[in-house]
């Protein structure tokens, strides 16, 4: 009998990066085991026990595919004529427009090493300033507000065990119960321990429901919220005026900006009663707490702020650095984290460098070995460049790496159509994705348990994927795909590119030596040692740093920074036309724009939408028949599913689906003006009765 084939390695999906083991057997069958890690201790979700079925799926793509310019169809080629097709293309389309005509789009589910290679790509051997990643449109207001705050961004600022610690914790706009079950068995065990937890949700999610209080604000009142629970701090002399004095600067200014927050207001402005405020803001006070966002405050028109107001009460209380207690934020893709620090998003360069910052740039020109102003950029967001795309000024070529914007980018009938208008459209994934079929050459690619590389999860901790076995014949892995069309492009790229990812790591330290997230130290034979190594992490022999802001935070004089926030209107309200709130997010069985989880057999989640009986009522609506979504943008159609978990003015619908049922037809495409963040989680709709049943 054959022994089976054993890697230790980490989930494909979601921030925690849950401990698994792969096993494979004789007959190429592989076997998930849960291992124990921090972030899941022996524990998976289902998508977690299911994710070696794509290693073997029927769908898997294992050719490169060009479109035909005479049928118009996507036809089996060789990788030497997908390659020339490419190069030719890009040139051609440089020469003719400029260097800046070629766009790339980035995932946060990459590896570290390549969301570094594919932003050193762009910049080094296209030499263009657009390249962005669908972490705009995940945690990038959470991210900016640190960033503003803290002079630093990192999801959990502390390890996930110190939430079993805590005595109370706000949780606001997260389904961790859905979206990462294993993170949910420490919210258990802190309430086993007699400790308080507050959510804060439109909706009674499952998450909501375990907690000790739920506050259902009106949808895109967050900020209210947060700035009225000061206020209340402020007005029972809840506050923590030494660390104020020590550890904070500008906290006079946000005194005086929530002194118009009094309770009564804030009741009238959320729609949450006065009492559950006051019992808020006292537990809260009451010992050692943290306060957790995710995108239910973040996805919004006005999430940096409204991250903001919840950073300034948790300063304002004096939580940050303290044991047990703090601000954090749920980041949700795989590589969330490591994928906004290494250069794929238009404003920044590896180590989290700010590509204006002539230091940053004289720093990489140096690894890159180039001139400071030969590095393009910043460039545009990923909404804006997605809504640039085939127009006069804007880029006539996009290349996808690990994403699926057809599916997961807001005002999505107008996305796809600029899509559509594109001169090149190349995607690399292993499945032909919604956007990978619509593209002029798909590359199909290496999935998770057959190359190996580094992941940073929610935590800071940077991680060790690692290779179950080979790729399968006739793919190929990012890096690879990287390293060769650079070569192809001329000049001396090719030497400066590689495809063995502890080549392109070593490269990675280097480049973040000095940054804010510093990895100069780790080395994946210590991440593989002591089975994940946090950043900052400035030389080998130092340790890691579990916990941030324990003596200074990240700000050039030491202290946390208060900024003044104002709430203000979601950007599209309801009126006649269009009276109900739409809010969006994900299920338990569905992993972001959905191309990998819905094509597993035991992950069956169908698209619906939730709505309040009382509403399906005066809708004429019956549980589970077809109804009609519509916003000013496009429509989407899905059966009702009643619930009295959900406020009578809101309905919910999963992001996570395709064609008809696709959310992002009707989603707008208000930014935040600093992250640049689409207003996801809210837009008015009008929702009719479809077919019957
Ligand atoms: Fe863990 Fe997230 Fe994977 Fe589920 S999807 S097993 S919660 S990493």
């Known amino acids: 009998m054959t022994t089976p084939v054993e890697v230790a390695t980490h989930c494909p999906y979601c921030a925690l990066q849950c401990g698994m083991i792969l096993r494979e057997h004789a007959d190429r069958r592989v076997e998930v085991v849960a291992r124990d890690f921090p972030t899941n201790r022996g524990g998976l979700c289902q998508k977690g026990w299911t994710a070696a079925e794509l290693l073997d799926h029927p769908d898997r793509l294992t050719t490169p595919l060009l479109r035909d310019p005479e049928d118009g169809v996507l036809k089996p080629a060789s990788w030497e004529d997908a390659y020339d097709f490419i190069v030719t293309k890009i040139k051609g389309i440089q020469e003719r427009h400029g260097r800046d005509a ?97 959510a804060i949700d439109p909706r009674a999610t499952a998450t909501a429901r375990a907690a000790t209080l739920h506050l259902a604000p009106t949808p895109g009142t967050d900020l209210a919220l947060a700035n009225g629970l000061l206020h209340i701090a402020i007005m029972e002399g809840l506050i923590d005026e030494d660390y104020i004095a020590t550890r904070t600067t500008g906290f006079d200014e946000v005194r005086k900006a929530v002194a118009g927050y009094w309770p009564a207001r804030v009741e009238r402005l959320t729609g949450v009663p006065i009492a559950d405020l006051e019992t808020t803001a006292r537990a809260l006070a009451s010992g050692r707490a943290i306060i957790l966002t995710a995108r239910g405050a973040e996805q919004h028109s006005k999430g940096v702020d409204t991250v903001t107001a919840f950073i300034n009460l948790a300063l304002a209380l004096g ?93 999505a009938v107008y996305t796809e159509a600029r899509i559509r208008d594109l001169e090149l459209l190349l995607v690399a994934d292993f499945v032909l994705s919604e956007t990978a079929a619509l593209a ?30 080979k790729p399968p014949p006739g793919t190929g892995t990012d890096l690879a795909v990287i390293t060769e069309l650079a070569s192809r492009l001329g000049g001396d790229y090719g030497a400066r590119f590689d495809s063995d990812p502890r080549v392109v790591f070593e490269e990675l330290r280097r480049a973040t030596a000095g940054g804010v997230a510093d990895y100069a130290g780790v080395t994946w034979e210590r991440v593989d040692a002591e089975d994940g190594v946090f950043w900052p992490c400035p030389s080998v022999d130092r340790a890691g740093t579990p916990r941030l802001f324990e003596v200074s935070f990240a700000t050039p004089d030491g202290r946390a920074r208060f900024v003044p926030v104002e709430h203000r209107p979601v950007a599209e309200d309801v009126d006649a036309d269009y009276p109900l709130y739409l809010t969006t997010g994900r299920v338990l069985t569905q992993y972001q724009s959905g191309a990998q989880t819905r094509r597993i ?86 929702v009719e009765p479809g077919e019957d049943l």
Request: charged share 20%; hydrophobic share 40%.
């Open 440 to 469: 002029d050459v798909v590359l199909p690619t290496a999935q998770w348990a057959e190359e190996d590389g580094t992941m940073t999860n929610l935590e800071g901790r940077v991680l060790r994927r690692r290779a179950l076995r």
């Open 102 to 198: 070629i766009a790339v789009f980035g995932g946060g589910g990459l590896t570290n090493e390549k969301a570094y290679a594919l932003g050193k790509f762009a910049r080094v051997a296209l030499r263009t300033k657009n390249i962005d990643y669908n972490g705009r449109f995940c945690m990038s207001s959470a991210a900016a507000a640190q960033i503003r705050s803290f002079g630093v961004d990192r999801g959990l600022p502390f390890p996930m065990a110190e939430l079993s610690h805590a005595d109370t914790i706000l949780i606001v706009g997260a389904n961790v119960n859905e979206t990462m079950p294993p993170f949910a068995r420490y919210l258990t065990e802190q309430r086993a321990r007699g400790g308080v937890q507050i």
């Open 601 to 686: 057999r035991g992950l069956q989640g169908k698209p619906f939408v939730e709505m309040h009986p009382d509403l399906a009522a005066s809708l004429g609506i019956v549980a589970g028949q077809e109804c009609r979504v519509t916003s000013r943008r496009g429509t989407m159609t899905a059966p009702a599913r009643l619930t009295e978990h959900i406020r009578p003015d809101t309905v919910f619908t999963p992001f996570h689906f395709p064609g008809a049922a696709r959310a992002n037809s009707l989603t707008g495409d208000a930014l935040d003006p600093i992250s640049r963040m689409p207003e996801f989680k809210v837009c008015a709709v009008r």
């Open 319 to 411: 939580l940050p650095g303290r044991p047990g207690s703090g601000y954090g934020c749920l980041t949700g893709q795989g590589n969330g984290q490591g994928g906004r620090e290494h250069g794929q998003k238009a404003d920044q360069l590896p180590g989290y460098r700010k590509i204006d910052d002539p230091a940053a740039r004289a720093h990489m020109a140096e690894v890159w070995g180039m001139s400071p102003d030969e590095i393009p950029g910043p460039g545009i967001s990923a909404y804006e460049l997605l809504s640039a795309l085939g127009t006069v000024d804007g880029p006539k070529a996009m290349l996808v790496f690990g994403s699926n914007p057809v599916i997961s980018a807001p005002n």
